[in-house]
């Protein structure tokens, strides 16, 4: 019954390899949220999608792009994966509709790339 | 853009005594500023937010004060415990249409028994 879950947890890469991490939410909310955290721990926003639509599009390098099959997932696939992505991913969720922001993490997805 | 800025960015204090964290905000449109807690290799969870018509709130242990006029807002931990241990973050964001939720940089707090 998690409410944010994340899929892998861990995920070790080489450059180049292109790969993607899932993120699923069963808390009904209509936004979804990526955020990047480095190893300084800073935590910075990539996407957000409401009810399926990319609402917030940070300076992000195109090589990542999000994707979302309903307001319950949302998943992100980075190509030509670099050094400098080797942060933690975080997926979180909110409802927005009803005034709440409170945002819901998930557990994270520990990227190391080599 | 909303510019947050969050100190001090390491505090260590004993257990029973209080700490305080600070951030500042830039944007005068915001109105909402929750913290967060983040265990060591766990996942932020909100712990107190506050909303602009309120001017401090408590649970428990921790209480929020938010100055809109000098656009700074304050957590408030007293009677610490080892458990409090974890990186705190402070963010800020506006209620008008879809904005995106700006996080300080910051605090690790380590509280020593």
Not at chain 1, 3 to 16: C, D, E, I, R
Not at chain 1, 56 to 79: C, G, M, Q, W, Y
Not at chain 2, 26 to 33: K, R
Not at chain 2, 75 to 97: M, R, W
Request: with cysteine.
């Amino acid at each position: 019954d998690t409410a944010v879950s994340q899929t892998p947890k861990y995920l070790v890469t080489q450059m180049g390899n292109d790969k993607s991490i899932k993120c699923e939410q069963n808390l009904g909310h209509d936004t979804m949220y990526w955020y990047k955290q480095d190893s300084k721990k800073f935590l910075k926003i990539m996407f957000s999608y409401n009810n399926k639509e990319l609402i917030i599009n940070e300076t992000v390098p195109n090589r990542f792009s999000p994707k979302s099959p309903d307001k319950a997932h949302l998943n992100l696939h980075i190509n030509s994966l670099e050094l400098g992505d080797s942060a933690v991913y975080f997926c979180a969720s909110s409802q927005e509709a009803a005034g709440g922001h409170e945002q819901y993490f998930g557990p994270g997805t520990r990227l190391t790339v080599t | 853009g909303e510019n947050v800025e969050q100190h001090p960015s390491t505090l260590s204090v004993q257990e029973g005594d209080s700490a305080v964290i600070k951030c500042t905000y830039s944007d005068s449109a915001s109105n909402y500023f929750p913290w967060y807690k983040q265990e060591l290799g766990k996942r932020p969870q909100l712990i107190i937010d506050i909303r602009s018509n309120v001017g401090e709130k408590k649970d428990q242990r921790i209480a929020v004060t938010l100055n809109k006029t000098a656009k700074h807002f304050s957590l408030h931990i007293t009677e610490t415990q080892p458990e409090d241990s974890a990186v705190y973050f402070c963010a800020a964001k506006a209620n008008t249409g879809f904005q995106k939720l700006v996080f300080g940089t910051g605090t690790r707090l380590l509280v020593s028994p």
